[in-house]
């Protein structure tokens, strides 16, 4: 893992950006094991049931480790809140948020699943030198208000 952009990513979290609140759980080694943002960002109104989303993001062990051909590891998952609802164009109610998986592709991670959240995949589990969190965020952001 690397601390540093780790460190640059909690920094962006906590000051440069306007969220809600932002907290992280600590594993036992001192390193976080997942960051949980609330209104991470607006969503559109009214095609979800709520004004801004929560998000969980675990933090893999290598993040931001080399991972061959000028890219590094990154964050590979998130989870949003399992409240969240689209609404269904056809149908005029609101649904749950399909992203097409059944089950988390990165089980072998062994990340457990979380409770009251719903998990979806938005981004390659790599990137490349100057991305952040926030292009993980931004993603997410383009994912929901655009192809969910």
């Not at 759980?25 to 049931?49: C, H, R, T, V, W």
């Not at 991670?109 to 995949?121: E, L, S």
């Amino acid at each position: 893992m690397n601390i540093e952009r780790l460190n640059q990513d909690l920094v962006l979290l906590k000051y440069d950006a306007n969220f809600r609140k932002v907290t992280w759980k600590m594993d036992k080694n001192g390193y976080p094991s997942f960051i949980l943002i609330y209104g991470a960002f607006p969503l559109d109104q009214p095609k979800f049931n709520h004004p801004d989303l929560n998000v969980l993001i675990p933090v893999p062990l290598n993040l931001y480790d080399r991972a061959g051909n000028g890219q590094y590891h990154f964050y590979k998952y998130i989870y949003i809140d399992d409240s969240l609802r689209i609404q269904d164009p056809n149908a005029g109610q609101y649904r749950r948020i399909y992203r097409g998986y059944t089950q988390n592709l990165y089980q072998k991670d062994k990340v457990p699943p979380q409770g009251g959240w719903q998990w979806i995949c938005v981004m390659t589990p790599t990137s490349g030198e100057k991305e952040n969190i926030l292009d993980l965020l931004s993603s997410t952001k383009a994912f929901l208000n655009n192809e969910a």
